[in-house]
């Protein structure tokens, strides 16, 4: 069974208009992180956001946001006012417990048009 | 500072050649991992170094041979690979290997074989 769902392989969105990135997960374990990559064209990974099991507050970066459904197993990625520079590939992806492993999903394709 | 980095950027080698991968960090982190992505994939684990020590092995074929020098400097030596192996090879370091460390990543090296 996949552990981490992104069900949307593309979206598109208008420049300055906010955008909202799928995720799901799964797994039986109470202690786990949930983290967003980036990933522009030039192969760079780049960290967004971290959300912990046990955060009561969801995650705020700048721009990003992480709307953290526990119940739901969902962290779906709020980018408000997108611009030109967000359009990428976008990952989700989870760490168990003590766990060395990143679990990714297989990622969305965020373009942003003028 | 965030920051990982990688040489070279980019790598061009034949089935017969030897060569080597860096990858460096000076955050203290005390875990660094090596990810092989295919086009359109999310990245695959390779192996994982905590302390020094290499803790997972992702039944990576023996053509790929990673190292550790130190804490700071993660090496993966290539020898005999085929074409099948070219791919956008990434590193990452945490902090340690638990859930709440984020793994930030190095731009990665872009390899071709011919």
């Known amino acids: 069974a996949q552990k981490i769902t992104q069900t949307q392989p593309g979206m598109f969105v208008q420049e300055k208009e906010a955008v909202t990135l799928d995720c799901t997960y799964d797994?039986?374990?109470?202690?786990?992180?949930l983290f967003w990559y980036k990933q522009p064209s030039s192969g760079e990974m780049i960290f967004l956001i971290y959300?912990?099991?046990?955060?009561?507050q969801n995650a705020t970066e700048g721009r990003y946001s992480l709307n953290f459904q526990k119940a739901r197993k969902s962290a779906n990625l709020v980018i408000s006012a997108s611009q030109l520079g967000d359009s990428a590939m976008y990952f989700c992806a989870m760490r168990e417990g003590q766990s060395d492993k990143l679990i990714f999903g297989t990622g969305t394709r965020l373009q942003v048009f003028p | 500072d965030t920051e990982v980095t990688q040489t070279p950027k980019h790598l061009v080698m034949g089935m017969t050649n030897k060569k080597s991968l860096k990858c460096e960090q000076h955050m203290g982190h005390r875990a660094m991992y090596w990810y092989k992505q295919k086009a359109k994939k999310p990245p695959e684990l390779m192996f994982v170094?905590?302390?020094?020590?290499?803790?997972i092995n992702e039944s990576v074929p023996s053509r790929f041979s990673p190292e550790c020098p130190n804490s700071s400097l993660l090496n993966l030596h290539l020898h005999a690979l085929q074409p099948e192996d070219s791919a956008l090879y990434l590193c990452a370091s945490s902090e340690e290997t638990s859930s709440t460390d984020t793994q930030y990543f190095g731009p990665g090296t872009r390899l071709t074989v011919l």
């Open positions: 959300q912990g099991s046990y955060d009561q």
């Open positions: 170094y905590s302390y020094e020590k290499l803790s």
């Open positions: 797994t039986s374990d109470p202690s786990y992180g």
